[in-house]
């Protein structure tokens, strides 16, 4: 059964910085692209930022360019979302997923495997 879990979520004032990981069991991870997507309360689940597999070609949302960065550690199986110089407008749940042979595409309905969310909440 493919898992997909996400940790490094939590509270934090405006301004300050959170890095989020996700450990996934879908094998070969290498193969795998891999985003990140985030849900506000009452509003629908949005692109955040996509890595591809192979070249690791990286993928963000307009509004995270230049604050948030996706990386991945093949051999841990495991993407990171560093994100700085947060804004209470980027309060939501983070939602990892994998998209096996994916080009980094930012449609939902192309990832194959989501993880069960971790909460980002930042104060003003």
């Known amino acids: 059964q493919v898992q997909l879990v996400e940790s490094g979520g939590g509270l934090v004032q405006a301004g300050g910085s959170l890095r989020l990981s996700c450990v996934a069991s879908?094998?070969?991870?290498?193969?795998?692209?891999m985003g990140w997507f985030r849900q506000a309360p009452g509003k629908a689940r949005e692109f955040v930022a996509s890595?591809?597999?192979?070249?690791?070609?990286?993928y963000y949302a307009d509004s995270e360019k230049g604050r948030f960065t996706i990386s991945r550690d093949n051999a841990k199986n495991t993407v990171y979302l560093q994100m700085n110089s947060l804004k209470p407008e980027d309060t939501a749940v983070y939602y990892c997923?994998?998209?096996?042979?994916?080009?980094?595409?930012?449609?939902?309905?192309?990832?194959?495997?989501w993880g069960q969310g971790t909460q980002v909440t930042v104060s003003s």
């Open positions: 890595i591809r597999w192979g070249a690791a070609n990286t």
């Open positions: 879908v094998r070969p991870f290498s193969i795998y692209t």
């Open positions: 997923a994998a998209d096996r042979l994916g080009p980094g595409t930012q449609g939902m309905n192309e990832y194959d495997y």
